[in-house]
Nanobody, 121 residues
């Protein structure tokens, strides 16, 4: 069973910081983290940050300069460092990856279960 598990969400005051983690586990032959998305109540899921296989990154305009995406291949974990948080960053955050379970399998798209981030005073 392959799964992505997010952690690190919570309640934080405006201007604060959080670091989200996304850990991949299970039978993994090849892991390709794609990025972080978020979904606020009543809104569509939106892209927050992406990371490519050569570690280049890109960000939504709304988080540029405040968020940083990274990964640790040895730990099968992707991170999202979020600084200078604003109330409008409040959402459920999801990680996304393509995972191949074995050499005889095609890669499949996986999502984490989501972690709630609430920015409020």
């Amino acid at each position: 069973q392959v799964q992505l598990v997010e952690s690190g969400g919570g309640l934080v005051q405006p201007g604060g910081s959080l670091r989200l983690s996304c850990a991949a586990s299970g039978s993994i032959f090849r892991l390709d983290f794609k990025g972080w998305y978020r979904q606020a109540p009543g809104k569509q899921r939106e892209l927050v940050a992406v990371i490519t296989s050569n570690s280049s990154t890109n960000y939504a305009d709304s988080v540029k300069g405040r968020f940083a995406i990274s990964r640790d291949n040895a730990k099968n974990t992707m991170y999202l460092q979020m600084n200078s948080l604003k109330p409008e960053d409040t959402a459920v955050y999801y990680c996304n990856a393509k995972i191949q379970r074995g050499s005889m399998f095609n890669p499949n798209n996986y999502w984490g279960q989501g972690t709630q981030v609430t920015v409020s005073s």
